[in-house]
């Protein structure tokens, strides 16, 4: 039986574990982060790869900092035969990446070398993507820069948002994983070196990037909202306050840039740069819970005219 190690931490990687422990694997440890406080009382939380982790009685190992730390020495001394990450969230030390016979692989949620980084899935709605994908990939020091062992896309809907792009991808890691281990393991796949001069970034979404500029085209509008959908959330200034806008549709109509054109039963109708409009369906005023933009029209006497900051 082939051992393994499996690294990962959040939501995205739980399917992951899940199906190599249903394919049989050895799993000699699970590694993941140190649990965080989370909410606003600070509950110390642990991350889901753990809580998974536990349900199944494995060995959990949570390093602050791999390089140089005593949990390093301890992972290497398993002796798995293979090392599995998925949005684990630290790089491997050359010494960890060089241990294991059969090499260490990551689940990386983008087709590379496109949207190297730590939030792919949110960058490729937010840049306008039509397909996205899994990479099943060889671990090199520089980061997502490895050998590609094989790849599968996912198509990009205008319904989609991270939400359901990340379960998307979640399960299509997860399957393809399992068909590209055992051809793995006998030692007939193939490496494929990334092409670095195509290579583009995707980073952790900074907080300026979730300000909507509604002098922006409407679809760059429409794909920013859906990008940070449900989370971290787009959010404008109205009434000089702060305004989450968790869902939109994109519509039409011309007015001034983040100026109120109209109202609908479904929602508040934002004017863009390029004559589309933005349909905002649900929403969060500051202070107050998500709520449904006609729910906020009948509380709030919002007026045509009216405009969100710029």
Request: aromatic share 6%; with cysteine; glycine share 8%.
């Amino acid at each position: 039986m082939t051992s393994v190690i499996f690294m990962g931490t959040p939501d995205f990687s739980v399917p992951v574990l899940q199906r190599m422990i249903a394919d049989g694997y050895e799993v000699k440890a699970v590694v993941t982060q140190p649990d965080r406080p989370v909410g606003r009382k600070k509950v110390l939380t642990p991350p889901p790869v753990k809580e998974e982790a536990m349900k199944h009685n494995l060995k959990v190992i949570q390093p602050e900092k791999l390089a140089g730390s005593v949990e390093l020495e301890d992972i290497i001394a398993l002796e798995a035969d293979l090392i599995i990450t998925a949005a684990f969230g630290q790089l491997l030390p050359k010494k960890l990446l060089e241990a294991p016979e059969l090499g260490c692989i990551n689940v990386h949620a983008s087709l590379l070398p496109e949207l190297r980084g730590g939030a792919p899935i949110h960058h490729s709605i937010i840049r306008g993507y039509k397909e996205t994908g899994i990479t099943i990939m060889y671990m090199a020091e520089k980061l997502d820069a490895g050998d590609i062992i094989s790849q599968k896309s996912v198509k990009i809907t205008d319904e989609d948002h991270v939400g359901t792009l990340h379960d998307k991808l979640s399960e299509t890691g997860a399957q393809l994983l399992s068909e590209t281990l055992p051809q793995l393991i006998a030692g007939e796949t193939k490496r494929t070196p990334q092409n670095h001069e195509k290579a583009t970034y995707a980073w952790n979404i900074k907080r300026e990037e979730e300000k909507i500029d509604w002098n922006r085209p409407g679809r760059e509008v429409f794909n920013q909202i859906r990008g940070l959908y449900p989370w971290p959330v787009a959010y404008t200034i109205f009434r000089d306050k702060p305004m989450k806008i968790q869902q939109a549709k994109l519509s039409s109509g011309s007015g001034e840039p983040g100026e109120i054109i109209g109202t609908t039963d479904e929602g508040i109708l934002f004017a863009t740069a390029d004559h589309e409009a933005v349909l905002v369906t649900e929403l969060q005023p500051s202070g107050k819970k998500k709520m449904a933009a006609s729910d906020f029209l009948r509380g709030s006497q919002v007026k045509v005219g009216e405009k969100a900051q710029l």
